[in-house]
């Protein structure tokens, strides 16, 4: 899966069409800067999403692109005209709204055919091409209904057909399937993926859920605080987090600060205090103080105390949890702040079924493990990813 | 009156539909009986009279102010039969039915611009709309005829000079009910979700199409509701006819009014009642069913 869509994103990243580009664009909501100097090319037919915490700038970005906020500053670019002052209703792009915002009053038939009405197509043709839409968001026999007597994801569904049938030049998805329980919008998120393949619209899709947006996208721009951290494909962005941020927000991630003592061959030593010294790859100047993390994969537990060597800390067992096929321990390192460690049960120390709370245990992990996050925060902060 | 009675129904109707229905539930169960006061209550004061009135209306006038109970259908045939009877009806309807046109002209857009617009003021707004009803009808109806005066600063420097025509009437009418449209309308506004008019520009609809597809379509039920809510005492008015018409202008409310109290004819005052009643019904017929053809869609 991972493989695949990062072919598949690598073959859209090659291809000269910009569908939307930001170029340095800002928007202030009085004293809040919502999205700050932001610059974005979206690829033509890629299925890329802004990703962030509530407030981060990815739904202001996604209403300026559909027309319903202008930027302050910078430019915004669809199809490679510049559309400042250009209304919604004279974009090419369509929009799926996160309550659906169904006409209440209009047949479901009717909802879905409303844009193609607007355009002055025949009622004969558009009903047909409603009803293939329909089709295509597999919800038939419902033509007559009204909104309020679909169940919330047969509503989703009518949502992006109204929007598809339209076949835009971008698909603009705001947290669509936000309202629907865990199992649908598994069965939802399938769906979508496998819309997008079959009409091959660029789809921008604004989440906070990393889960989905890992999943589906081809590309992913994790947001906060108004600007893009990191713009990558999803493996890239789990792998390779750029900043603090990306790699708190994405999964889970120990954080360990440390001053770095040695830096030769792409390769560094970061004495984290206590008698942990971490050793990992990457360039960094000899000196500064830094922060590095690891996911709580990439580490193991052994019983026994630490043998001093680097890349092994030895800490205190809190807590000790069986996630199904996985152990998951949370441990305290001599410096006070916790980690934790989750290791498939398989290839886990079999002696990890006896320890308990209050146990000493040494987290080791290998050099591949740490990612160098920059700089390490001034204040002394609680390290529990 | 008619419209208070059905207006209850119809809310608990839409209720019933909102909520899912359950089997036996926990909800206490009232008795019946708990409502025979209101029952009694409506039976003696509310039917009561219009017992009266039409027993009145079918009976004969037999001197000054009195009575001889009969079967007799001649007052209706008198009014159907009399120019200037039909003239005060058509009059009255093309008042009510103007005045009620120009509330929701006038009405409309400053809901509009409360609900969409306003937020820390929005109620403060409304309340100072509504202000003026809390002071008396007559009073205020007073006070306009001051501001329409022939010596006043309307007519002597605007040179609208409008006191003791129809102008006049019109004004105060639509003054006098404006809040009354207000509310029901001002609260289908402030129900109203913007992003549908977002979704319906985002499909290519322009501004005004968007406005009069989507919010007006969905807000008509508390516009025709207002409508009807100022429409229905209009078309009774005796009051603002009396001060501002002068006289020179008549409702059917005044000459049910100067046929009582002046003509002393009170079977035929009880049969012009009976007939406005009659022709007020059918409005309100037309609303029920608007109203129970909307509610399928819960708009």
Redesign the interface.
């Known amino acids: 899966m991972t493989q695949a869509t990062a072919d598949h994103a690598s073959a859209a990243v090659t291809s000269e069409e910009i569908d939307v580009e930001f170029r340095a664009v800002t928007k202030r909501f009085g004293s809040l800067t919502a999205v700050s100097s932001v610059n974005l090319r979206v690829h033509k037919g890629e299925f890329l999403s802004l990703l962030g915490p509530s407030g981060c700038g990815k739904t202001t970005s996604l209403r300026m692109i ?3 906020e202008q930027p302050d500053e910078g430019e915004l670019l669809i199809g490679g005209r510049d559309v400042s002052g250009v ?3 004279k974009r090419d792009v ?2 799926v ?1 996160q ?1 659906y ?5 209009m047949s479901i038939l009717d909802n879905v055919a ?2 193609l009405k ?2 002055r197509v025949s009622k004969k043709e558009r009903h047909q091409q409603a009803a293939e839409a329909l089709e295509l968001v597999r919800l038939v026999g419902r033509d007559t209904h ?1 909104p ?1 007597m679909l169940s919330g994801g047969q509503q989703q569904r009518v949502a992006l057909a ?2 598809l049938v ?1 076949n835009p030049r971008v698909l603009l998805l705001d947290e669509p399937l936000g309202a629907l329980d865990l199992k649908l919008r598994k069965e939802m998120q399938i769906e979508l993926k496998r819309i997008q393949d079959q009409v091959g619209i660029t789809f921008i899709y604004v989440t906070h859920d990393q889960e989905e947006a890992l999943s589906m996208s081809d590309r992913v721009a994790v947001m906060s605080n108004g600007v893009i951290e990191q713009l990558d494909e999803p493996r890239a962005i789990y792998d390779r987090p750029l900043t603090p941020f990306v790699a708190d927000f994405i999964g889970d991630m120990n954080f360990i600060d440390g001053q770095v003592v040695e830096a030769a061959d792409g390769g560094f030593a970061v004495d984290a205090g206590q008698g942990v010294v971490v050793r990992g790859r990457g360039d960094v100047a000899r000196g500064r103080r830094v922060r590095v993390g690891i996911r709580p994969e990439r580490m193991a537990a052994h019983p026994g105390g630490g043998d001093g060597r680097a890349n092994s800390a030895p800490s205190e067992v809190v807590t000790k949890m069986y996630l199904g096929d996985q152990v998951q321990i949370v441990a305290r390192l001599a410096s006070g702040s916790e980690v934790i460690v989750r290791e498939q049960r398989t290839s886990a120390d079999p002696a990890l079924d006896t320890i308990n709370p209050g146990d000493q245990v040494a987290i080791t992990w290998d050099e591949a493990a740490p990612h160098l996050l920059g700089d390490a925060p001034h204040a002394v902060e609680k390290e529990t990813p | 009156m008619t419209i208070a009675g059905g207006e209850p129904a119809a809310a608990a109707t839409a209720v019933d539909q909102g909520a899912p229905r359950r089997g036996r539930g926990f909800a206490p169960r009232y008795p019946g009986w708990l409502t025979l006061p209101s029952l009694l209550y409506y039976a003696i004061f509310f039917l009561g009279p219009m017992a009266i009135l039409a027993v009145f209306s079918v009976s004969i006038q037999s001197g000054f102010g009195s009575v001889t109970y009969a079967f007799d259908a001649s007052q209706f045939s008198q009014i159907f039969h009399s120019d200037l009877y039909i003239k005060v009806f058509w009059h009255t309807l093309i008042m009510a039915t103007g005045g009620s046109l120009l509330t929701i002209a006038i009405g409309y857009p400053v809901c509009y611009w409360m609900a969409r617009y306003l937020t820390t003021y929005k109620m403060l707004a409304l309340l100072l709309l509504v202000v003026p009803f809390w002071t008396s009808f007559l009073i205020r109806t007073y006070a306009l005829k001051i501001i329409l005066d022939p010596n006043g600063y309307l007519a002597k420097d605007l040179g609208f000079n409008a006191l003791y025509t129809w102008k006049a009437v019109g004004i105060g009418l639509v003054y006098n009910y404006l809040p009354l449209f207000i509310l029901p309308v001002f609260a289908s506004l402030e129900r109203m ?1 913007w ?2 008019v ?10 005004f ?1 968007a406005f009069w597809e ?1 919010t007006l ?2 807000t008509l039920p508390g516009v025709v509701t207002g409508a009807l809510l100022v429409f229905i005492p209009m078309s009774g008015e005796y009051i603002i006819p009396n001060i501002l018409g002068g006289g020179n202008f008549e409702f059917v409310g005044n000459a049910i009014g100067d046929t009582f109290s002046g003509a002393q004819n009170w079977p035929f005052g009880s049969a012009l009642s009976i007939a406005l009643m009659a022709a007020l019904s059918i409005f309100v017929i037309v609303y029920i069913l608007f109203a129970t053809r909307e509610e ?4």
């Open positions: 559909a027309g319903f209304p919604p209703y369509n929009t709204f309550q915002a169904l006409f209440p009053h409303y844009g607007q355009r009204r309020s109204r929007a339209m | 979700d992003t549908l977002e979704a319906a520009t985002d499909l290519g609809a322009r501004p199409k989507i379509r969905l399928q869609f819960g708009a």
